[in-house]
T-cell receptor
Framework: EPEVTQTPSHQVTQMGQEVILRCVPI?????FYWYRQILGQKVEFLVS????????KSEIFDDQFSVERPDGSNFTLKIRSTKLEDSAMYFC????????????FGPGTRLTVL | AQSVTQLDSQVPVFEEAPVELRCNYS??????LFWYVQYPNQGLQLLLK??????LVKGINGFEAEFNKSQTSFHLRKPSVHISDTAEYFC????????????FGQGTRLTINP
């Protein structure tokens, strides 16, 4: 059964460093998303991506964040200069172009900023 | 803008007992409603969804939920739980249009005791 994959499963970085979180969405899906979950808090929407451009972004998704689909299979989230408060679980999701919006989620990447 | 409230952060129940996980939402427009489950160290998996039509929807693993528009609720129920149902459960809503980001509740941790 097709699934969304994410790498790495756990990333530890120093404050101020750049990190890239990688996702491989399901191959025939067209909409891609990043969400994050800070420990003990709710899952929050960061950004949606369609047709090689951002469809919508939240107020969390500031200039430190960027997304890219570099090669037609990967979907990446880059944080340019990490802060302590960026420590969270980051989930990638994808969906077919459908009105029913069943989003399929990856297992997540736990980012720890020291 | 939408918001979702899950009234119980933790729900302990005994095996084979019934369970109800509560979810209330707020929105000025019509929405789709979802319940997702997260097993330990895994991504979010769709349990069930309400799009339109019958207000009682059935999902995987014997779960069902009832949409109540007047009470803006979408409570999740199971008549008899199993140890394997131990997980975190998330209620979510999305717009009917656009990129359809999911807005999540805080989650409810369901713990099944033998």
């Amino acid at each position: 059964e097709p699934e969304v994959t994410q790498t790495p499963s756990h990333q530890v970085t120093q404050m101020g460093q750049e990190v890239i979180l990688r996702c491989v969405p399901i191959s025939n899906h067209l909409y891609f998303y990043w969400y994050r979950q800070i420990l003990g808090q709710k899952v929050e929407f960061l950004v949606s991506f369609y047709n090689n451009e951002i469809s919508e972004k939240s107020e969390i998704f500031d200039d430190q964040f960027s997304v890219e689909r570099p090669d037609g299979s990967n979907f990446t989230l880059k944080i340019r200069s990490t802060k302590l408060e960026d420590s969270a679980m980051y989930f990638c999701a994808s969906t077919e172009l459908s009105p029913y919006n069943e989003q399929f989620f990856g297992p997540g990447t736990r980012l720890t900023v020291l | 803008a939408q918001s979702v409230t899950q009234l119980d952060s933790q729900v302990p129940v005994f095996e084979e007992a019934p369970v109800e996980l509560r979810c209330n939402y707020s929105s000025s427009v019509s929405v789709y409603l979802f319940w997702y489950v997260q097993y330990p160290n895994q991504g979010l998996q769709l349990l069930l969804k309400y799009l339109s039509g019958s207000t009682l929807v059935k999902g995987i693993n014997g779960f069902e939920a009832e949409f109540n528009k007047s009470q803006t609720s979408f409570h999740l129920r199971k008549p008899s739980v199993h140890i394997s149902d131990t997980a975190e459960y998330f209620c979510a809503v999305s717009d009917l249009q656009g990129a359809q980001k999911l807005v999540f509740g805080q989650g409810t941790r369901l713990t099944i005791n033998p």
